[in-house]
């Protein structure tokens, strides 16, 4: 099987989205945008033995190489409608072709996202995904938009995939119940895409948390010019992490929750007066939204400990060239 | 120095454009299209190894990288306009960033497009680009337009950059001063966007040719469900290449002309009729236009030597998984 068959047997679909005016096939694809509306874009690239272990299972590598892009279209309140695909491959594998398309189409089907181009090559394994997402024009929910008394909300629970990537690294044992819990969130995390559309003209700011609370939060107030204070009692958890926390496993419990990657959760701000807004938002998609602190004038991130005192270090986001 | 210190410094730079409504730093970038316009994307990955050789001048690569993805535009007829760029570095060297930078935001700059985002890893090095373009709603030149009769036209000269990457490897020589021409070709490939533009409503179908003439040409033919029979005495070849054909190196010289890849030359087709606009066109974008043959209503590629005679095989298309 050549390049353009193996296109053809595992990427190319048919499309139902009129707005794609011509898909794979071609030197590139043609879409029509929505009058009034700005597009969002992002790529993220995954490379094997950095971002998944060799050998993980290719379905659930498919789902992720694009729940971690629509996670970026959730931070931004976009709505995702297309991708693109490049990736390196070390051998023409059907199984793994057959389970990562599988993975990856299941996920975009469930957000209505088409495939509309790509690229396929030789090399060591390497995921390429763009994405392009729509908003109505001016609406984009950036990270510059925290104000000082502004609420900072958390999605979901934080530190489970960082606890699960651990476990499979021998650095962390936990039991099998739990693990098979935290590696799902690992494994196929789900991203948060009804929450960000909700949130278009409600948060001032927001991020995904893809690297860790702390350093994803310091993007934020970075790029506001402010500061922050938020409360370890207040961060949800599993009750897995929980139980960490009040145990000899403290320190790494912390790590994972604080400075741990790929919880793919929405970390974000608003204002006190829509507290009760967000807790509707939060009722009507289904998703957990904890409040876990508050911005400051003052730059800098205090997180306090349960009994009010800050911690005197903070876990190091995941940095590739640090 | 950390991921996004090296961003901040070797990729983030002020934007003119003001489609662009926020650029590099944020979980996206966002855009406010041309009104009246669709929008055409590509992406093309680049591996060490693969499409470029380990030790490669960073400078060309840089220019290399943007330079195929604006090919791709050329062939749809797209005005380019912004890019993202994902890659996987092994290690961080500022000597290869700067290089590589400098190679890329020259042609960058020469195109008028904006880097508006990307992502930046550890690993095996690899490029991939995403390149976004514009055109008037429903003029994107695809592949499928060829007609019976029309003509076909290549753009430059073909085979030098394959020729060169021979010599490379060490299974051709030829002169210093033609290796450092062919090399050229190879490394810096000029694309040919400007002609692309004007070819809006002029050309019936067009590709870039990436992976070889006969390769390339063949796709338009599956997609436009036709046929051709092309010249190989009209085929534009330099100096050089020209002399193989007419010597022992024969068949070296018909493989670099006809199946060579990394050309970036466009290959389209168009009426009759239109042989004198095509003519002006080539003259008003300084880009030599070459009519080699015509589209027959018979599928399948005839490629004639110069006395008239089909080639027996065809050489083979660069294919990556065959």
Redesign the interface.
């Known amino acids: 099987?050549?390049?353009?068959a193996?296109i053809d047997r595992y990427f190319r679909r048919a499309v139902s989205d009129k707005a794609v005016?011509?898909s794979i096939?071609?030197?590139?694809?043609?879409?029509?945008?929505s009058?009034g509306c700005?597009?969002?874009?992002?790529?993220?690239?995954l490379?094997?033995?950095?971002?998944f272990l060799a050998g993980v299972d290719p379905v659930t590598l498919g789902h992720k190489t694009l729940a971690v892009n629509l996670s970026?279209?959730a931070?931004?309140g976009?709505t995702p409608r297309?991708a693109?695909?490049?990736?390196?491959l070390p051998d023409?594998d059907e199984v793994w072709l057959r389970g990562f398309t599988q993975g990856l189409f299941a996920l975009a089907d469930r957000f209505g996202v088409a495939l509309?181009?790509?690229?396929?090559?030789?090399?060591?394994r390497?995921l390429?995904l763009?994405i392009?997402?729509e908003?109505p024009?001016?609406t984009?929910i950036?990270?510059?938009g925290a104000r000082p008394d502004d609420d900072v909300y958390v999605s979901g629970v934080l530190g489970d995939a960082a606890l699960a990537l651990s476990v499979l690294q021998g650095s962390a044992r936990i039991a099998d119940a739990e693990f098979a819990k935290a590696r799902a969130r690992l494994e196929t995390p789900e991203p948060r895409v009804a929450l960000g559309e909700r949130l278009r003209g409600v948060a001032t700011a927001?991020?995904?948390v893809s690297d860790g609370l702390t350093g994803d939060l310091q993007h934020i107030l970075d790029?506001s010019g402010v500061g922050a204070s938020i409360d370890v009692a207040r961060i949800p958890r599993s009750p897995c992490l929980d139980a960490m926390l009040g145990g000899a496993a403290r320190d790494a419990g912390l790590a994972s929750m604080l400075g741990g990657g790929d919880d793919y959760e929405l970390c974000f701000t608003a204002t006190v007066s829509l507290r009760e807004a967000i807790a509707a938002i939060a009722r009507d998609v289904d998703v957990p939204v904890t409040r876990v602190g508050s911005i400051t004038a003052v730059p800098g991130l205090v997180v306090r400990d349960e009994r009010g005192v800050p911690l005197p270090l903070l876990p190091r986001s995941f940095?590739?060239?640090?």
Chains 1, 2 share one sequence.
């Open positions: 099987m050549n390049e353009f193996l005016r011509l096939g071609d030197d590139g694809a043609v879409i029509a945008p009058p700005d597009l969002v874009f992002s790529v993220d690239m490379v094997e033995g950095r971002h970026d279209m931070a931004m976009a297309w693109l695909l490049a990736g390196a023409f509309i181009g790509g690229d396929t090559t030789r090399g060591p390497n390429c763009t392009i997402g908003v024009a001016g984009a950036k990270r510059s927001a991020i995904d790029a940095d590739h060239f640090g």
